[in-house]
């Protein structure tokens, strides 16, 4: 049985996959949790919103291929046939360096560099220090005063905009972090340029043509000059978790009291935040299931079925996680509402198929674990050293749901203060 269908003219115009089909299309299709399809300019995607569905395309990993969009989003980005090539083609098992025991081409043993990286273990134990070292020095009231002229003073203390001021610290903190200082003397800016570049990215996965992309691709030129190569989506993540507290602020004040075991001499023990927070814990995954925003996709290298439905070789499969994340049948008749204690109360709820934050199989993200600890840092020292609240007369911001994000979504309108 094919897949119902709808189709859409024109990409450039109505390329926000995610915002058609969760506010619309489901009740179009009867609401019965089937894949369907959506035909955009041309090009057809099945698209998938039930966790058994979910958890078989990603189990797939002989039909369905994550390495083409890869390729493709490098060609997007600049990179020549020849360097893809090379990316993609296997390598000696017995190369010097990373050991490559299956012979797989740089492409792929990439993830596994990250995961010896960012894994638990003593090499994320050392980055989650690098952070704390930069967030550290970063939190000061001093330096915030006199060195971030987007911050203001008033008869209170300092108004923050809180998007603009969690995104300086976690580009600057990730950039030494990573990197060290050299990038910041390469380009005194990047931290700018790369933020440029983050909130247009996704132009890159809907292949925008560079003639209504500039502002895109000049902002990628500079940061290849810069040899800049980092994803800030925890940037973002550490932006909405300060808001959801900042709109509880009982649950501020308890996530304040349970990181005071932390302290110890009054310096911040990292290893304490990772294993004693079951509420910040709650904070963080309630927070995720809210603002995660993107969307996983495949190319289908050969037919399939999948929900009793048949998916044609060349077209693409989207999971796209905001679906999964406000089903009411996993997550309660208050999915769409915020709640710190979903989680704890139902710790099943972090290996279930429709939690997707960072997506699942053999591509879900190796950075999950050092995202929350550097959140986590982050918030608890700057619940111990600053006492923080809303600027009157401000709601809580919205996402900005029509714009396609390749991972946490963006604030809608004006900044938070």
């Known amino acids: 049985m094919t897949p119902k269908s709808i189709l859409i003219g024109s990409l450039i115009f109505s390329p926000y996959y995610e915002i058609l089909i969760d506010l619309n299309h489901r009740e179009y299709f009867g609401n019965d949790g089937a894949p369907f399809t959506i035909t955009v300019a041309g090009h057809t995607v099945y698209v998938l919103t039930q966790a058994k569905d979910v958890s078989d395309a990603y189990r797939n990993i002989t039909q369905l291929s994550f390495d083409e969009m890869v390729q493709i989003m490098m060609g997007r980005l600049g990179s020549s046939p020849q360097s893809i090539k090379a990316m993609f083609t296997p390598m000696s098992s017995d190369k010097a360096g990373f050991p490559n025991p299956k012979g797989r081409p740089l492409g792929r043993l990439a993830r596994d560099l990250h995961m010896n990286q960012l894994y638990p273990g003593e090499n994320l134990t050392i980055l989650g220090e690098r952070f704390r070292e930069s967030f550290e020095d970063q939190l000061d009231y001093e330096k915030i005063a006199s060195k971030t002229p987007y911050c203001k003073a008033d008869e209170k203390g300092l108004v923050v905009p809180l998007m603009t001021w969690t995104s300086d610290i976690f580009t600057r903190g990730g950039q030494v972090s990573y990197f060290g200082e050299k990038l910041g003397e390469i380009e005194p800016n990047l931290t700018w340029i790369f933020l440029e570049f983050d909130e247009l990215s996704w132009q890159v996965l809907y292949q925008y043509p560079r003639i209504i992309s500039r502002r895109m691709h000049a902002a990628r030129d500079k940061m290849i000059q810069a040899l800049e190569n980092i994803n800030t989506n925890t940037r973002k993540a550490c932006f909405w978790t300060l808001a959801y507290l900042l709109k509880q602020p009982d649950l501020l004040e308890n996530v304040r009291r349970e990181f005071e075991g932390a302290f110890t001499d009054g310096s911040l023990s990292v290893e304490y935040l990772s294993e004693h927070c079951p509420l910040f814990d709650g904070v963080w995954n309630e927070t995720l299931r809210h603002s995660a925003y993107s969307a996983s996709v495949r ?108 991972g946490i979504m963006t604030m809608k309108g004006d900044d938070m203060k």
């Open 299 to 406: 190319a289908i290298t050969e037919d399939l079925i999948i929900g009793g439905k048949i998916l044609r070789k060349g077209n693409r499969l989207m999971v796209p996680y905001r679906q999964l994340h406000f089903n009411e049948s996993s997550f309660g008749p208050d999915a769409r509402e915020f709640s710190a204690q979903r989680f704890m109360e139902n710790p099943k709820l972090q290996s279930s198929a429709m939690w997707r934050p960072f997506g699942g199989g053999q591509t879900m993200c190796p950075g999950r674990f050092i995202a929350k600890r550097s959140v986590a840092i982050f918030v608890a020292l700057t619940l111990r050293r600053f006492d923080i609240d809303i600027v009157e007369g401000q709601s809580f911001p919205s996402g900005e749901e029509g714009k396609p994000v390749l």
